[in-house]
């Protein structure tokens, strides 16, 4: 397995209208899916998703890619490496997060940093991702202007995410 050290969260930036007969974002989920391997199928065998993981706007979670494989999906090839991407199905830049979807989100968040040692510092934006020519972040505005980044950082750091990063370099 590879060195996981990273969560990098994302929103799939699509129109809500997509969203019209498909609610929990299942239909989207798999358009995503679709468009990604159609992109990858040549040059990576087996590649599924840019994503590892996806959340519904009702908190249905959803499985892309492997986590024992890279999922290209912050432009930057070491952050690549090491990342787990968990992309929220909605567009942030233009609207707010569903309270069901916010909720979800926090738990599989938590979930994932517990059973990786992740620290909650290492809980990450996409538009914070450095740039891997000039180092600096801010080259996207993923996961959108709306995105309750601090609220969730809060409730993660409430749950002692902290401690966690320490465990595992203990292990
Ligand atoms: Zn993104």
Do not use: K
Not at 30 to 49: F, L, S
Not at 124 to 133: A, D, K, M, N, T
Not at 134 to 147: H, M, S
């Amino acid at each position: 397995m590879r060195s996981l050290t990273h969560l990098v969260l994302h929103h799939s930036a699509t129109d809500a209208t997509l969203g019209v007969g498909d609610p929990e974002g299942a239909a989207l989920w798999a358009a995503i899916r679709r468009n990604h391997q159609r992109h990858w199928a040549r040059t990576v065998p087996g590649y599924v998703c840019d994503y590892h993981v996806a959340v519904g706007p009702t908190g249905v979670i959803f499985t892309g890619q492997p986590l024992a494989m890279v999922a290209f999906n912050c432009g930057n090839a070491r952050l690549d490496a090491v990342s787990i991407a968990v992309c929220f199905l909605g567009n942030f830049q233009v609207a707010g997060m569903p309270a069901l979807q916010y909720a979800a989100g926090v738990q599989l968040l938590r979930s994932l940093s517990e059973q990786h040692g992740i620290a909650v510092s290492h809980v990450i934006l996409h538009r914070e991702v450095p740039s891997e020519r000039t180092g600096i972040p801010g080259f996207t505005a993923c996961p959108g202007r709306w995105f309750p980044s601090a609220a969730m950082r809060t409730a993660l750091e409430d749950h002692g995410g902290g401690g966690s990063s320490r465990a595992a370099m203990a292990r």
